[in-house]
């Protein structure tokens, strides 16, 4: 803020010194006085000028510093040529010191940070520079000053500088709107600025010039334009962003388009005023030798454009082949990793669409991989349910993985194979992500068929042992219920224990039987399910009404929290689920703890959860625990009780029902159990017969 209020007071103060100026050069004054005005004011602008952008250039770093300090070596130069006329009265000598400044103002203006530009490039702007300023020259020297010629003695030295002083104010003054095209907008007042001094340069040298030497004196409007050069050079150095700031650490270069439009509308238009104002045979010496300097610029910026094109193309062909060859390299080490998996893999896109399938999916559903590309996954090989209806896609884990995000585990499927016959799989279904955006979704699948015969086989042997020692066992249980109660007669109280020992180890073992046999009937769906509407308070009372004694037994509270809706179940099964959570919950919960019960509609399910402050569940063994004689830790069977089968229980009475069981957890703090059943409208339900629903526990 303050060095914006600083160049303002500068803008302020050039502008009132140059108003003075102008006052003075325009007036009535004789012109001697004119004249030793401008010896005074030419060179004093010269020299704060000057001094401006070296003080400038000390505040500078890098190519910026080095930039200043040359316009500043240019300033000082100008101002020594001038002072050297005006005393002695030549202008060879200053013009010449001119010139040299000039060129000097060429290397200072190449050397102003702008975007990454090659040798090339720099090359090209220094002809464009050439080809508007010749052209600027070119237009001038037809239309302003037609009958412009040599003299008859011959073109001295002082006239070919001069009118070369012109031609390279030109060219600074195209580098300079070049540079400004190539920099940042926060940069380009202070190039505007130097683009506008040398402008007013060159309009004064072209006066000077066109002229004579001899015709021109000084004390004229004609000085305005040094001095006001002068004077926006320095201005230009006194702006906030002649310093520069921070840049980026790479920026790409940028395009040459407005350079190059600007340069060739400068050309054509000088082009069609030579046509219009030149007739044939009456051409203008000094023009003519413009004109051929314009036409030699154009055609080496021509030149140097094809040459630099060429190399760029046979560059980029080279990185195209090497870029080429990286990409089919990782393309078939990709195609080598996927051929190599023995797992199934396809991926689809946002639209379930399939975009790829490795060699081992599709052989294990039977279908030639190109045939299952672009074809709907779902609908391709997802097996109907029991009843030949198709499962819905919105439920399927690749519309949840699409749609949600949701990566699904261990899912169990079953697809359906080209020659029909399904093929039972695990699955795991992941979205495919571009940063937040999700393109797809990509599913490995493994074809299960040996694994499930080998449950199968183990299942059936598991069913046959348990059946074969119930009958034995029953008979076991019963005798020594006989003994304890005395009926082969009194025995010692050693005997006693030992008995009570053996028939409670027999009714665990009765227990871990009955459990095995239910999860067979629930998973073979031989376990009667009647089905009913019930209110889900009902039988959440039900259940803690059964676990009550359980958690006086053990100092834990049960608490029914908030409890809405109605559900479509068969309460029995619904409540022996609800006491196989509530009696975990309670098991594992430290005395004088509260466990919390609740209940709420889920839109088409009613959410059951059971809510403990125990020692929690790791976050491997959450999906673990509902599978058969899975417990979270060894020493549970010891400590607490249960034979494992519990949770698979209630995992198969919940799915017969068409809903959900999981588990969330916090190690250390507690964990929640939550499943879904079906819901029942409340509305409908104030409609039905009284007898519609069962009571619990009929």
């Known amino acids: 803020m303050e060095r914006g209020s600083s160049f303002r007071r500068w803008v302020f103060v050039t502008g009132g010194w140059l108003l003075a100026v102008t006052v003075v050069l325009s007036s009535g004054l004789p012109e001697s006085s004119r004249a030793q005005v401008t010896s005074v004011v030419l060179p004093v602008t010269a020299v704060v000028a000057a001094t401006s952008c070296l003080l400038t250039s000390r505040r500078s770093t890098g190519r910026r510093r080095r930039a200043w300090a040359l316009l500043a070596a240019a300033g000082y130069i100008g101002f020594g040529g001038n002072a050297v006329g005006f005393m002695t009265g030549t202008t060879t000598t200053g013009d010449l010191a001119y010139i040299g400044a000039l060129l000097i103002g060429v290397l200072a203006l190449l050397s102003f940070p702008s975007t990454p530009v090659r040798a090339t490039s720099v090359a090209r702007m220094v002809l464009d520079g050439v080809v ?28 070919v500088v001069a009118l070369l002083m012109p031609i390279v104010d030109a060219v600074l003054a195209t580098l300079a709107v070049v540079l ?12 505007v600025l130097v683009a506008l001094s040398f402008v007013l340069y060159a309009m004064s040298d072209l006066s000077y010039a066109l002229l004579g030497i001899s015709a021109f004196t000084f004390g004229t409007p004609v000085d305005l334009g040094w001095i006001t050069g002068y004077a926006l050079g320095g201005l230009a ?11 980026p650490a790479r920026r790409e270069e940028s395009t040459p388009v407005a350079a190059t439009i600007l340069t060739f509308a400068v050309f054509l238009a000088a082009a069609v005023v030579w046509v219009v104002n030149v007739p044939a045979g009456s051409w203008n010496v000094v023009a003519v030798l413009l004109w051929l300097l314009v036409l030699v610029a154009v055609a080496a910026r021509q030149t140097i454009l094809v040459l630099d094109n060429e190399r760029l193309r046979r560059g980029l062909e080279r990185r195209v082949r090497a870029r080429t060859a990286e990409l089919r390299a990782v393309t078939r080490s990709r195609e080598l990793m996927l051929s190599s998996v023995g797992d199934g893999i396809y991926g689809v896109d946002r639209d379930g669409r399939v975009t790829f399938v490795n060699p081992a999916g599709a052989r294990t559903l039977g279908f030639a991989a190109r045939e299952m590309v672009g074809q709907d996954a779902h609908g391709l090989f ?28 261990a899912e169990e499927d079953l697809y359906r194979r080209a020659d029909g016959k399904d093929v039972p799989v695990e699955v795991t279904a992941s979205p ?43 008979s076991i249980r019963g005798s020594l219920g006989l003994l304890a109660g005395g009926a082969a007669g009194p025995i010692s109280d050693q005997a006693r224990r030992m008995v009570t020992i053996a028939l409670g180890s027999s009714e665990r073992l009765t227990r871990l039987i009955n459990d095995i046999l239910e999860v067979e009937r629930m998973e073979a769906g031989a376990a009667p399910i009647e089905l009913a509407d019930h209110d889900v308070r009902t039988v959440l009372a039900a259940a803690v009404d059964q676990v009550q004694g359980l958690a006086d037994a053990d100092g834990v509270s049960v608490r029914l929290g908030d409890v809405t809706g109605r ?45 403990d402050h125990g020692r929690g569940i790791p976050p491997d063994r959450l999906e673990m625990i509902f599978g058969r004689f899975e417990q979270v830790d060894s020493s549970d069977a010891r400590e607490k009780g249960g034979t494992g089968l519990g949770l698979a229980i209630s995992r198969s009475i919940v799915e017969r029902h068409g809903g959900r069981i999981w588990a969330q957890s916090t190690p250390g703090e507690g964990s929640t159990f939550f499943m879904t059943l079906p819901r029942v409208d409340e509305e409908a339900t104030t409609t039905a017969s009284p007898t519609g629903a069962d009571p619990v526990g009929r």
Request: proline share 6%; with cysteine; charged share 20%.
């Open 382 to 409: 997802h097996a109907p349910g029991p009843d030949g209806a198709p499962f819905p896609f919105d439920s399927c884990y690749i519309a949840e993985a699409i749609r949600d995000g949701i990566t699904a585990s």
């Open 180 to 191: 400004i095209t190539r920099s940042s907008r926060s940069e380009r007042v202070p190039l």
């Open 237 to 247: 150095a006194r702006h906030p962003a002649a310093t520069g700031g921070p840049r």
């Open 567 to 611: 559900v479509h179940a068969d309460a029995d099964r619904v409540v022996q689920t609800l006491i196989n959570l509530l009696g975990n919950a309670i098991k594992f919960s430290a005395r004088g703890s509260q466990v919390v019960v609740a209940a709420r509609p889920a839109g088409e399910f009613v959410e059951f959860r059971v809510v």
């Open 132 to 159: 508007v300023g010749g052209s600027v020259l070119v237009v001038a020297a037809v239309a302003v000053f037609p009958d412009l010629e040599t003299s008859a003695g011959g073109t001295t030295l002082g006239e």
């Open 432 to 474: 495919l992500r571009d940063g937040a955006v999700v393109l797809g979704a990509v599913v490995v699948f493994r074809d299960v068929t040996q694994r499930r015969e080998v449950d199968r086989l183990k299942n059936e042997f598991v069913s046959v042992i348990s059946h074969e020692l119930r009958t034995p066992l029953t």
